[in-house]
């Protein structure tokens, strides 16, 4: 499964982004997708996931929920994450990931090449 993250750019805070995930070279209805991010000097962490299939099983971390929608277009075999009242501790790079299987949790194996997303105070 190949991956491509796009839509990150520079933003005010409070400000809205929505990015966007296209897969290929696989059956993309089967896969789990998810959302993480790497700030400078950070470690990678989670932002949110959606299960395969018809995506009713969704989890987001804390610091997301509320503010952030994961959905997923199997037609266009695309994933979106749609990012509103954005802070400037959202800053980072933003790669979404690809799973066989319907668990949110668990290893990651298909990786995009990452957005940068910028939120400016």
């Known amino acids: 499964v190949q991956l491509v993250d796009s839509g990150g750019g520079l933003v005010q805070a409070g400000g809205s982004l929505r990015l966007s995930c296209a897969a290929s070279?696989?059956?993309?209805?089967?896969?789990?997708m998810g959302w993480f991010r790497q700030a400078p000097g950070k470690e990678r962490e989670f932002v949110t996931a959606i299960s395969s299939w018809s995506g009713g099983d969704k989890y987001y971390a804390g610091s997301v929920k509320g503010r952030f929608t994961i959905s997923r277009d199997n037609a266009k075999n695309t994933v979106y994450l749609q990012m509103n009242s954005l802070k400037p501790e959202d800053t980072a790079v933003y790669y979404c990931?690809?799973?066989?299987?319907?668990?949110?949790?668990?290893?990651?194996?298909?990786w995009g090449q990452g957005t940068q997303v910028t939120v400016s105070s």
């Open positions: 070279g696989g059956a993309f209805s089967s896969y789990t």
């Open positions: 990931a690809a799973k066989y299987g319907r668990a949110l949790n668990g290893r990651y194996d298909y």
